[in-house]
């Protein structure tokens, strides 16, 4: 059964949006899908550790600058996986993060004005494909291969939904860091 863990922007209603699609996609087709626990703000949570180290891939499909606690659950899959082609990040058209990070994931850019999607996906799994594993390894990741090309699929269909119908020059709506206050009416 696929497990992939799903990394998002935590102020990008856009990133958000696409991350609980594709969870609700996974769940749907029988894939172990896991979000960020972010209840206790930024840092990278014991439970945010679990998913990412239970999850055999990590996906992050990114419309803006990453957050920093982004950076840290890219870094932590790196950590304990230790296998870039496992770590995949799709931007919306230009990179979104530079320095010595790069090197620790596949990543891919994709505008869905000009670009076809089967021409990324062949891309993707070129990258993540099956060389430099042995025979039974090799079996069991073509199988995979073709649960995750669906689940891309997912995600830059509803990424390129999101970027045709928005208007030229729209940027992801930031949210906002702080929280509304409730007032309770006494009695």
């Known amino acids: 059964m696929l497990?992939?863990?799903?990394?998002y922007n935590?102020?990008?209603e856009l990133e958000q949006s696409l991350a609980m699609r594709l969870f609700t996609v996974g769940v749907a087709q029988g894939f172990r899908v896991y979000l960020p626990d972010r209840t206790f703000g930024?840092?990278?949570a014991n439970e945010t550790r679990n998913r990412i180290q239970m999850a055999e891939w990590v996906v992050c499909f990114s419309m803006g600058s990453l957050a920093e606690s982004v950076h840290q659950e890219l870094d932590y899959a790196f950590q304990t996986k230790h296998?870039?082609?496992?770590i995949i990040v799709v931007y919306d058209r230009v990179r979104n993060l530079e320095g010595p990070a790069v090197a620790h994931f596949s990543e891919f850019f994709f505008d869905a004005n000009?670009?076809?999607v089967d021409e990324l996906i062949s891309q993707m799994l070129k990258t993540i494909g099956t060389r430099d594993r042995d025979t039974k390894e090799r079996e069991r990741l073509k199988s995979e291969n073709k649960a995750l090309k669906a689940f891309l699929l997912a995600g830059l269909g509803i990424?390129?939904?999101s970027a045709l119908s928005s208007?030229?020059?729209d940027r992801p709506k930031k949210r906002s860091?702080?929280?509304k206050r409730t007032s309770k009416r006494r009695r």
């Open 114 to 116: 000009t670009m076809q």
């Open 3 to 7: 497990s992939i863990y799903i990394t």
């Open 177 to 179: 860091t702080t929280k």
């Open 42 to 44: 930024p840092q990278l």
């Open 159 to 161: 990424l390129a939904i």
């Open 167 to 169: 208007e030229p020059g």
């Open 10 to 12: 935590p102020s990008s």
């Open 83 to 86: 296998d870039r082609s496992r």
